[in-house]
T-cell receptor
Framework: QQQVKQSPQSLIVQKGGIPIINCAYE??????FPWYQQFPGKGPALLIA?????SEKKEGRFTISFNKSAKQFSLHIMDSQPGDSATYFC??????????????FGRGTQLTVWP | DAGVTQSPTHLIKTRGQQVTLRCSPISGHKSVSWYQQVLGQGPQFIFQ???????GRGNFPDRFSARQFPNYSSELNVNALLLGDSALYLCASSLVSTNEQFFGPGTRLTVL
């Protein structure tokens, strides 16, 4: 059972476009929602993360939007560049029980930014 | 500052063999987690250790085991390797008080 569902599986945008990746979850024990970027042959790198007490967080060109009632969150990449071409993973973790300290990952979105 | 380091980078084994993977966390981090990432999938949680004790275990068979040392480094051991164990094995470290987990580059295990 996939605890975090991510879409789309792949995404192609032109340079300067704003790709949007969406994730949904069911477990209300989740209270921490990070996004990771992974290049081929490398480990995932933490990009940005949000907690349910805020609806939006921005760091540079990356923005997370969070909808607690819908149990959904999304990543927006402003002014996308070819160097942003990578696989992006959303994840979720909680503070109790089986969610404590354990990241549940989505299946990933392969982003391609054309110059 | 040095990030999470893992060794070896690549490893090739045959079915039935045993393998040990190593991880050194970021300085000051006391918790280490292990994940398995099969090609084309997101990482799957295997173990989390803190202060040398197992804090959580994912849905993996008993062939998988791990331990954490007093210096907070960790080893992941897999016995009786199967073809399906071929994957990128990732180690992540974190401070105890935060969910932020920082990943190492991984060990690519190929089982023939």
């Amino acid at each position: 059972q996939q605890q975090v569902k991510q879409s789309p599986q792949s995404l192609i945008v032109q340079k300067g476009g704003i790709p949007i990746i969406n994730c949904a979850y069911e477990n209300t024990a989740f209270d921490y929602f990070p996004w990771y970027q992974q290049f081929p042959g490398k480990g995932p790198a933490l990009l940005i993360a949000i907690r349910p007490d805020v609806s939006e967080k921005k760091e540079g060109r990356f923005t997370i939007s969070f909808n607690k009632s819908a149990k959904q969150f999304s990543l927006h990449i402003m002014d996308s560049q070819p160097g942003d071409s990578a696989t992006y993973f959303c994840a979720a973790s909680g503070d109790r029980g089986s969610t404590l300290g354990r990241l549940y990952f989505g299946r990933g979105t392969q982003l391609t930014v054309w110059p | 500052d040095a990030g999470v380091t893992q060794s070896p980078t690549h490893l090739i084994k045959t079915r039935g063999q045993q393998v040990t993977l190593r991880c050194s966390p970021i300085s000051g981090h006391k918790s280490v987690s292990w994940y398995q990432q099969v090609l084309g999938q997101g990482p799957q949680f295997i173990f989390q250790y803190y202060e040398k004790e197992e804090r959580g275990r994912g849905n993996f068979p008993d062939r998988f085991s791990a331990r954490q040392f007093p210096n907070y480094s960790s080893e992941l051991n897999v016995n009786a390797l199967l073809l399906g164990d071929s994957a990128l094995y990732l180690c992540a470290s974190s401070l105890v008080s935060t969910n932020e987990q920082f990943f190492g580059p991984g060990t690519r295990l190929t089982v023939l």
